[in-house]
């Protein structure tokens, strides 16, 4: 696929999608937005596909908003209202990753601040290079926390803890971020892309469907009482139950050897 604000390609199983602008730390333009989301579209309708790694270039993760790409607004005295840029591009983004029935490695290497902290937080995993810094950045210039921040980080690291990274938009370091549960791995910046791969295999090698229903029920456990869990767990495991996975699965438990996994 070719892509001007990505980098794409896919191997053994993983697709590994690079956000390609460092000479703004990789900040959102449209382009890149509309980009990613079709990224993740192709990714889904894409069997061979069982695992993703979404990482960047350059010095920087994400940067947030390009607010270059608002600048004329904002010199003409007037800032540009900007719910429907959320509900039409942000939104649309962040509901495709958490929707892909897929798991997404992030191999977060550099800052990442604003909606770029978000897009990270979106990801299934997290392994974040010693160097590091994550920064609710919003509050910095007047605005909120947006493209799921206000829903992922309570979630991740408790609301006390949440509400000190938005109100103080202190950048919070790889080392803490460990400490609090934001990020699953800490490595050298070197082994961070090997790492995410490496991760991301194991995860391709696995029964893709089961991970795919196992994130839905993760989503709905977010946001739904334990009996509409309850009942999904259940609709998951009837699926799976049906899948070649399954019963390979089974039968190498069976015969003790190791399962081959095709994802069907």
Do not use: W
Not at 139 to 166: C, H, N, T, W, Y
Request: net charge negative.
């Amino acid at each position: 696929m070719n892509f001007s604000t990505l980098l794409f390609e896919t191997a053994d199983n993983v697709a590994t999608v690079t956000l390609n602008r460092p000479d703004v730390l990789n900040s959102f333009n449209a382009e890149m937005r509309r980009e990613l989301t079709s990224a993740f579209a192709a990714i889904e309708g894409d069997p061979s596909v069982r695992a993703v790694v979404l990482t960047a270039a350059g010095r920087g993760f994400c940067a947030g908003q390009d607010l270059r790409e608002r600048m004329s607004a904002y010199e003409g005295g007037r800032a540009p209202v900007l719910g429907e840029t959320l509900r039409q591009e942000y939104n649309p983004l962040i509901l495709a990753m958490r929707r892909l029935p897929k798991p997404i490695v992030g191999a977060i290497n550099g800052v990442a601040a604003g909606a770029g902290c978000s897009l990270a937080l979106a990801c299934d995993l997290r392994v974040a290079a010693e160097n590091v810094s994550f920064l609710q950045a919003f509050v910095k210039i007047g605005l909120v926390p947006d493209s799921g921040s206000s829903f992922f980080l309570p979630q991740l690291i408790g609301m006390a803890r949440a509400a000190e990274m938005m109100f103080l938009a202190e950048p919070v370091s790889a080392a803490r971020a460990l400490e609090l549960g934001l990020v699953n791995r800490v490595v050298p910046p070197d082994q961070l892309l090997p790492s995410a791969l490496e991760l991301a295999r194991r995860l391709a090698a696995l029964p893709t469907k089961a991970i795919g229903q196992a994130k839905r029920q993760l989503n709905l456990a977010l946001s739904a009482g334990l009996e509409a869990v309850l009942e999904e767990e259940a609709c998951g495991q009837a699926m799976a139950s049906q899948t070649h996975d399954h019963l390979e699965g089974v039968q190498a438990f069976l015969e003790k050897r190791p399962a081959r996994f095709t994802g069907e």
